[in-house]
């Protein structure tokens, strides 16, 4: 069973030395919040306590540069659900990347990933289109290596789960 606290800890345990960031979470919309006068650590905020939103959150960490860990949400363009055509193909082409790294958190935690196009008041996308994009965009990161926190977090969760490491082409079949 896969439990938020054991998402928490092990994400805390890996990168709170090293990068002041902890995982919490939130009872409202997902969110990350660089220290400030009140909290002296960086807070990725994730919704409503959802085990799959913790994991897509930390991947919008990994991706993010230092700089741009400096400011809230990385200072990345959002438009909300309801999106019309030519607003879900550019939020779709800037998820391909964090939803790569989401799946391959998923192979190695052994939790069912889904591929989110996040528009459920808007213009329905492909949905197949999208998570095709996404799987070139995981075969990438597996032929030519992973950024060093991805990799540390990837295989921190594979010794909590006890799923098999190294990641490999064959375990991203859809």
Known sequence: MHQISDLISIFDNTF???YQTRLIRGDDEPIYRPADNEYNFH???FAHGYYASGMHEIAHWLIAGEKRRLIEDYGYWYSP????GKQQAEF?????KPQAIEWALCIAAGFKFNVSADN????QPCRVSFQKKVHQQIMKYIANGFSQRTQQLLKALSDF???PWPLTEQRFNW
Request: glycine share 10%.
């Open 81 to 84: 659900d309801g999106r019309s």
């Open 92 to 96: 779709e082409k800037v998820e391909i």
């Open 120 to 123: 459920l008041n808007g213009e």
């Open 43 to 45: 807070r990725i905020i």
């Open 161 to 163: 789960y006890q799923t």
């Open 16 to 18: 709170y030395r090293n």
